[in-house]
């Protein structure tokens, strides 16, 4: 098996570097591609995402799939809360609605720790969601796609 190419930014993280690879994680989630989602970590990446354990690019696949399919219109807004040199802690939340068309928004944090190629070898997240009218929603950017530079972050916007 050959060595899979760097990652960039690698560890160790900088502010500028940490920020850095936030926004790229947060850019190719709203892009909603779960193929090239799995790209970002590792081929044995751990994963906690609420009550769900996830091993692996295919798991990962397979979660990001279901996911989308059922969190629809998703948008999402990342931001760095700390950083060491090989780890990230983000705060995030993203606006989705179900099938019935309740809108909500779901706030969480996310452990991210990173190998030396830069690829998330474990990744820990925990979400709530909370209901919202449609007419409380902030993130109105063209979805699929990322969050344009101009518009605001969570701190910005009070979240």
Do not use: C
């Not at 059922?70 to 950083?83: M, N, P, S």
């Not at 969480?108 to 929603?137: H, K, Q, T």
């Amino acid at each position: 098996m050959s060595t899979p190419a760097p990652r960039p930014p690698l560890p160790p993280f900088t502010r500028e570097t940490a920020t850095a690879k936030v926004r790229a994680a947060e850019d190719a989630w709203n892009r909603r591609d779960p193929e090239k989602v799995s790209l970002a970590y590792s081929e044995d990446s751990r994963w906690r995402n609420r009550a769900e354990f996830l091993q692996g690019r295919a798991e990962i696949v397979a979660f990001l799939r279901r996911k989308w399919a059922r969190e629809l219109d998703y948008r999402l807004i990342k931001e760095l809360w700390a950083f060491t040199e090989s780890r990230i802690a983000v705060r995030f939340a993203y606006e989705w609605h179900d099938d019935s068309g309740q809108w909500f928004r779901s706030y969480g944090n996310e452990n991210w720790e990173f190998d030396e190629l830069g690829y998330m070898r474990r990744r820990i997240a925990s979400i709530n969601d909370l209901p919202i009218a449609a007419a409380d929603r902030k993130y109105h950017w063209p979805a699929p796609g990322p969050r344009p530079a101009d518009h605001p972050g969570l701190t910005e916007l009070g979240l």
